[in-house]
């Protein structure tokens, strides 16, 4: 366990937590009773407080609103077995976190708010970790441009907040995506790397177009030529095509998941070789008609695997092959979700103990 600064705390009257059924979580509708607020002005973090989760008071002006200065993370409290808590690769969303507010022109965030902020908000709110298969805390913290001023520049106050959310697995069935040839999430130069709320924003008119369309979701190309696989709608994408595991390498359109880094981990150790580097639409197509393409899947830390079992280009809808026991995506799950609940070894140090 980290030693960290003790922030102020003004605990909930009466928690409401009685009133949750966690046989029964609609993802990030729920939400634990604190929240930690802190306020930037002047050139620092100052006014550091948890809370009880509550409204904020703001303005019709606030900056971020209209600019959308305004970055979010993502990240995962699980009980384990032997009834500790414990957060996966929460560093990772660190160093993120201020690679994305550097791009925004945002201030960094320092490590004892960050990842202290995170240990003594869940401390605090632990009850709200549910050990239940499939359960965790989705933990979001996010920051915004505070100031109350139109005007396109840089805001010069910030609120950084963290609140958090039980859910369940978030099980679906393998999802149907269609490789995008028109819209684009993200370009060189662009802020695809950075997880910023405009992006999203910007996603969501073709992804409906998709769905009406019957699909699930997109597989987003190359904003140039549409020639290169980069992502499947907020996950990074995988292929194994002929037992070699080929993704998309990083770069300013392709958004550095946890998730994608530790299935690359994992399937290195395991044997595979993993090649990241520009994945064609072409070479996809062609596994597809050969039958080469052995599975096809999207990773981030909502779903952790979501198998795709359909990928659709140019009006053909190619059938994948659904994932079995001994399926490399299924092996990957199965080991990440019993290193989470304390089944095996932390042999990487992914984990970091909350309590
Ligand atoms: C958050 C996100 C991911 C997945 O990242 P994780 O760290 O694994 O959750 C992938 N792509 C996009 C566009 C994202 O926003």
């Known amino acids: 366990m980290v030693e960290t600064t003790q922030f102020e705390v003004q605990k909930v009257a009466q928690s409401h937590i009685t009133q949750v059924d966690f046989d029964n979580l609609p993802f990030g509708r729920i939400f634990a009773d604190h929240m930690l607020v802190a306020y930037y002005a002047q050139g620092q973090w100052q006014e550091v407080r948890i809370q009880p989760y509550s409204p904020l008071p703001i303005y019709p002006s606030l900056s971020a609103l ?69 359960n965790s805390l989705y933990i979001r913290p996010f920051m915004f441009g505070a100031d109350n001023a139109i005007g396109i520049r840089p805001s010069e106050t910030y609120y950084f907040i963290i609140f958090c959310c039980p859910v369940s697995s978030y099980y679906s069935e393998p999802v149907k995506v269609k490789i995008e040839q028109h819209y684009v999430r993200a370009v060189e130069g662009g802020t695809g790397y950075a997880k910023t709320a405009g992006n999203y924003a910007a996603s969501l008119y073709p992804a409906q177009l998709a769905q009406k369309q019957g699909y699930h979701q997109l597989i987003w190309t190359d904003g140039k030529e549409h020639k290169y696989i980069e992502e499947s709608g907020t996950m990074n994408v995988m292929f194994i095509i002929d037992e070699k595991l080929i993704t998309a390498s990083l770069g300013d359109t392709v958004l550095d998941g946890v998730t994608r880094k530790s299935v690359l981990h994992l399937a290195r150790e395991w044997g595979y070789i993993v090649e990241e580097r520009k994945v064609t639409v072409a070479e996809v197509v062609t596994a597809l008609e050969n039958n080469t393409l052995q599975e096809a899947f999207g990773v981030g830390t909502a779903a952790v695997i979501s198998p795709i079992q359909l990928i659709a280009y140019e009006g053909t809808d190619y059938p994948v092959p659904l994932p079995t026991e001994k399926s490399f995506s299924n092996r990957a799950k199965k080991y990440l979700d019993d290193l989470k609940r304390g089944r095996i070894a932390d042999e990487y140090g992914w984990l970091l103990k909350v309590c």
């Not at 209209?66 to 160093?95: C, L, W």
């Not at 550097?102 to 995170?118: N, T, V």
Request: charged share 25%; aromatic share 12%.
């Open 66 to 134: 209209h600019y959308g200065q305004s970055i979010f993370e993502g990240m995962k409290a699980y009980r384990t077995v032997q009834d500790e808590i414990v957060i996966f690769r929460p560093y990772d969303n660190f160093e993120r976190m201020n690679r994305s507010a550097e791009r925004m022109c945002m201030p960094a965030i320092p490590e004892e708010l960050f990842i202290g902020g995170i240990l003594q908000l869940v401390q605090l709110d632990q009850a709200w970790v549910s050990g239940k298969p499939g």
